[in-house]
Structure formats: C-alpha cells, structure tokens
C-alpha cells in the first residue's frame, strides 16, 4: 500500500470513530406531573457526558399547591367537618379578600344613568326553596357557620378582625334561612320549629356586630349564645317576641347577604381549575352552588329596592339558573358543563352591577 493510500484509510477511520463516539442520545421535553416541562432521555439512548458529575438531571421544584377557601379564609382552618366535607371555620386576624367589581356589595343601592337594558325575564322566585337548597344542605350550612362563628366570637380579638368578614355574613345567612323555613321551606330541620326566633336573634347578632370593640362583642357574643340553643331546640331566656312572618328586608340588610354570595362564587371560580378538582371538591361545590341560588331567590324579596323590577327580576332569575346548572354539572362530575355555568354566573353578575350596588 503506498503512503497516500495509507494516509487516506487513517483519515476516513477516525472520521468513522468520531461519529460513533459523539452521537449522544436525543432529549426530548417533557411535561412532569405538575405541569412543568423537563429534560427527558429517550429511550435505550445515554446523553453525551452522562458519566461526569457536572450534569445532573435538570426536573424544576414542584410548585405548592393551591388550598381551597372562602374569599381568603381556608376551608380547612379549623379541622375537617364530618362526612368527608372540608371544614369552613374562621382563623385569626383574617383578612378579607379584596372583591371584585362583579360581586361588589360595599355602596349603598343606587340606580345610576340609564343603560341599554335586556329584554324582560321571567319573574324571579318561581323555585321552590326544597329545589334551591334541601333541608339537608341548609343543616349542612348552619353546621359551618357553628363553626365559623364558634371561632369568630371565641374572644374581643377573634371578633374584632372577623365581625365584618365572618360574622356579618354568616348571622345574615342564619337570618335568610330561617326566614325561608317560615316562608314554606317544605323540608324539615331539627330547629324548624324555632325558624322565627332564630331568624330575628341572628338578626340582632348582625347589627349588633357592627364595629370592633368590646361594647359590639359583647352583645354579639350574647346573642350567639342564644342561637346556639334555639338551634339545638332549646328555649334560651330573654327570646324576643317574634311575629310568625316578617318582610325579609326589615329582618336583615341585603349587603351581608350579597357578601355570603360572593364568597360562593369566589370559592367555585377560584379553587375548582381542572376536573380532577371539581371530582375532589364536588360536595362542597354542591353545597356553595345551592346557597348561591337560594341566597339570590332571597335578596329579590319583596321589601328590598328594585325588586319589583323587570330588569332586577332578570338578572336574578339568570343568576338562579346558573347556580342550578352549577349544581348539575358538579352531580354528573362534568368539567366543561361546569366552566360553563360559572362563567354565566359571572356575566349575570357583571350585567346586575353596571346598574345595581347593593349594600347595607
């Protein structure tokens, strides 16, 4: 073999064993359990430089993940509540959530300058209360609100950063409930009997909460002790002498009320993002679904500003069946139908507010 034929077969062989030795094994990117992308080596490959420490496998932190709760306050704050349900108790020094411009309830009902308005709805307040809320989801609720309110009044420091957020709404709920049993709720609760002496003590809770200081707690504190028997069916002393019906309106002020609707629909918009969330949180998105309904069945109560209203009367009724549609779709564990109904619930609420506020 002469000397050039030589120098050529040495080139070609080291250009042969260059490409051997420097085919690394492909990358591919991934997306990991939580939604991040990663490096992943493809399958019976190895990456260039696999043997030298300098190179770790590159997988990013996992991020925490987000805990279900109320406008801010943690469902679970204090401890699970029975039947697998998440707890909805308050915590300390909470702090309210800011709200949004859809389920704002702060300013006083006005009606400012004219807009173009929808057509005219169907009246609001055609369902009955059993297919809004059953008797059995309004014991759930006064279930959490003993819960909520047993920690808000715990102390003056407890009541001082909780009365508008917790107690406020909640009292209001207890009123609202109530007022539906002596409305002809047809289910029966254990208190149905004490409907309207709990629907006017919950009403002195309320307004008795209204600043942070001892001479607020104090009667505040006194009243919940009085609701806390009624609702185990005992007769406290001191009862007020409660007429059989009363407008809702001169028992409560709508504002607490819309403040418990917001944080429904806070709850559902915010903590359910996936199917698997709203299979892992279906009774709860149940629950909040049905006192979303009601709760709007009761702020178009006679008594209340322009509710005798055609516009009023359609947003209400939309609002009603969305919270519905909401219920459905969380029963049959669907996802999209899900999505759906709170995003109507969310423009029915928007439409209200460019011409309604309500608060008080």
């Given at each position: 073999m002469s000397?050039?034929?030589?120098?050529?077969?040495?080139?070609?062989g080291?250009?042969c064993w260059?490409l051997?030795g420097?085919g690394?094994?492909?990358t591919?990117?991934?997306?990991?359990?939580?939604g991040?992308?990663?490096e992943?080596?493809?399958?019976g490959?190895?990456t260039?430089?696999?043997?030298s420490p300098?190179r770790?496998?590159?997988?990013?932190?996992?991020?925490?993940?987000?805990?279900p709760n109320?406008a801010?306050i943690?469902?679970n704050a204090?401890?699970?509540?029975p039947?697998g349900k998440p707890?909805?108790a308050?915590?300390?020094a909470?702090t309210?959530?800011?709200?949004?411009?859809a389920?704002?309830?702060?300013t006083p009902?006005e009606?400012?300058a004219?807009?173009?308005?929808p057509a005219?709805?169907a009246p609001?307040?055609?369902?009955?209360?059993?297919?809004?809320?059953?008797?059995d989801?309004?014991?759930?609720?006064?279930?959490?609100?003993?819960?909520?309110?047993?920690g808000?009044?715990k102390n003056?420091?407890?009541?001082?950063?909780t009365?508008k957020d917790?107690?406020?709404?909640?009292g209001?709920?207890?009123?609202?409930l109530?007022?539906?049993?002596t409305d002809?709720?047809?289910?029966?609760?254990?208190?149905?009997?004490k409907?309207?002496f709990?629907?006017?003590v919950a009403?002195?809770?309320?307004?008795?909460?209204?600043?942070?200081?001892?001479?607020?707690y104090?009667?505040?504190?006194?009243?919940w002790e009085k609701?806390?028997?009624?609702?185990?069916?005992?007769d406290?002393?001191?009862?007020?002498d409660?007429?059989?019906?009363?407008?809702?309106s001169?028992a409560?002020?709508?504002?607490?009320l819309?403040?418990?609707m917001?944080?429904?629909f806070?709850?559902?918009?915010k903590n359910i993002?996936?199917a698997?969330?709203?299979k892992?949180?279906?009774?709860?998105?149940?629950?909040e679904a049905?006192?979303?309904?009601?709760l709007t069945?009761a702020v178009?109560?006679d008594g209340?500003?322009?509710t005798?209203?055609d516009?009023?009367k359609?947003?209400?009724?939309?609002l009603?069946?969305?919270s519905?549609?909401v219920?459905g779709?969380?029963?049959?564990?669907?996802?999209?139908?899900?999505s759906?109904?709170i995003?109507?619930?969310?423009n029915?609420?928007?439409?209200?507010h460019?011409d309604?506020?309500?608060g008080?």
């Amino acid at each position: 073999m002469s000397f050039r034929s030589w120098c050529l077969w040495g080139m070609l062989g080291l250009a042969c064993w260059g490409l051997a030795g420097c085919g690394g094994g492909r990358t591919a990117e991934t997306v990991d359990e939580e939604g991040e992308p990663s490096e992943e080596v493809a399958e019976g490959e190895e990456t260039a430089g696999a043997e030298s420490p300098s190179r770790p496998a590159r997988r990013p932190a996992k991020k925490p993940k987000a805990v279900p709760n109320l406008a801010g306050i943690p469902l679970n704050a204090f401890g699970e509540l029975p039947a697998g349900k998440p707890g909805a108790a308050t915590v300390a020094a909470a702090t309210p959530a800011a709200k949004p411009a859809a389920m704002s309830a702060e300013t006083p009902m006005e009606k400012p300058a004219e807009t173009e308005k929808p057509a005219a709805a169907a009246p609001a307040g055609t369902s009955d209360w059993a297919a809004l809320m059953s008797g059995d989801e309004v014991n759930e609720e006064v279930k959490q609100i003993k819960l909520r309110l047993t920690g808000s009044l715990k102390n003056v420091g407890q009541y001082n950063t909780t009365f508008k957020d917790v107690i406020q709404p909640d009292g209001a709920v207890l009123v609202a409930l109530a007022w539906a049993m002596t409305d002809g709720h047809p289910d029966n609760v254990t208190w149905k009997p004490k409907a309207k002496f709990v629907r006017d003590v919950a009403g002195e809770m309320v307004k008795a909460a209204k600043a942070p200081a001892q001479a607020n707690y104090t009667p505040t504190n006194e009243a919940w002790e009085k609701l806390q028997a009624l609702l185990s069916g005992n007769d406290p002393a001191g009862l007020p002498d409660s007429a059989d019906k009363v407008p809702l309106s001169e028992a409560v002020n709508r504002g607490p009320l819309m403040r418990r609707m917001e944080k429904s629909f806070e709850y559902m918009s915010k903590n359910i993002k996936t199917a698997d969330g709203l299979k892992k949180e279906k009774e709860q998105v149940i629950h909040e679904a049905s006192l979303l309904g009601a709760l709007t069945k009761a702020v178009a109560a006679d008594g209340y500003t322009s509710t005798d209203e055609d516009e009023y009367k359609g947003f209400v009724k939309e609002l009603i069946d969305a919270s519905m549609a909401v219920v459905g779709a969380a029963k049959q564990d669907d996802f999209s139908a899900f999505s759906e109904a709170i995003n109507k619930a969310k423009n029915s609420c928007d439409k209200c507010h460019v011409d309604y506020r309500t608060g008080g």
